[in-house]
């Protein structure tokens, strides 16, 4: 069995499902979280995992399927157990609707095994609305500062992108984060997560990646959970 596993929450995915599975599944086994979709993305996996039967990857795919819609973390958490569960030594997260660049993948595969989590930094961005911008930076600057325990250290390990969810996580990282009883609600998942590894002492890299905006479910009610977790970081610093 591959030590590597790739984790894709999607939901109503049908336009790209396909070409990021597949793409996927070229360089790892993949467990998708159809997370409550209500169009074809459900069938097209059905149809994927019958390829995959027929000997057409090299690699397995795996569904978990949630009947409503959960968002990211549960998602990713459902993904993150799998891996543990089956004994993957490093799980990769990332997107479905084509931000990410699954042939990117081998850049996080052969990245230092040393490292408990491998951030893809955002450096090549296309289309990025220029709010998007600024809000990845200020959580940037709050995600920093919430990670050290003395009050001055502004800057924090100075780790550029702390919202990125193309990831790899080593297994003990992945055991941390599948079994830790969240707080984060949508897109603030990605804090919490990194922030439950560097308060735990891992060791934590950055790899630059290209990144393409396409759509995306964040909005005002989004954005307002993640100032909120940003607080509750910054109440819990030094804990």
Do not use: W
């Not at 800057?155 to 009883?181: N, Q, V």
């Amino acid at each position: 069995m591959s030590d590597i596993l790739t984790v894709i929450p999607a939901h109503n995915e049908e336009d790209t499902i396909r070409e990021v599975v597949t793409s996927a599944l070229k360089y790892t086994d993949v467990s998708v979280t159809d997370d409550g979709s209500t169009d074809r993305t459900g069938s097209i996996l059905k149809e994927i995992i019958q390829e995959c039967a027929a000997g057409k990857y090299s690699h397995k795919l795996n569904v978990i399927i949630h009947e409503k819609a959960t968002h990211i973390p549960e998602g990713l958490q459902d993904g993150l157990r799998y891996g543990v569960k089956n004994g993957y030594n490093f799980i990769i997260t990332m997107d479905a609707g084509m931000s990410h660049d699954p042939d990117a993948l081998p850049e996080f595969i052969n990245f230092n095994p040393d490292f408990d989590v491998v951030i893809g930094m955002r450096k090549d961005m296309k289309n990025v609305p220029f709010y998007r911008r600024v809000i990845s930076r200020l959580a940037a600057r709050v995600v920093n500062y919430s990670l050290t325990s003395s009050y001055f250290a502004i800057m924090g390990p100075g780790i550029s992108d702390c919202t990125s969810g193309f990831r790899r996580y080593s297994k003990r990282a992945a055991e941390l984060i599948a079994s830790a009883e969240l707080k984060s609600k949508a897109f603030d998942f990605h804090m919490e997560a990194l922030a439950l590894c560097i308060r735990k002492g891992y060791s934590a890299a950055e790899h630059p990646i290209k990144y393409i905006f396409s759509n995306s479910s964040f909005n005002s009610r989004v954005l307002k959970q993640a100032m909120k977790f940003g607080l509750y970081l910054i109440a819990t610093k030094g804990k």
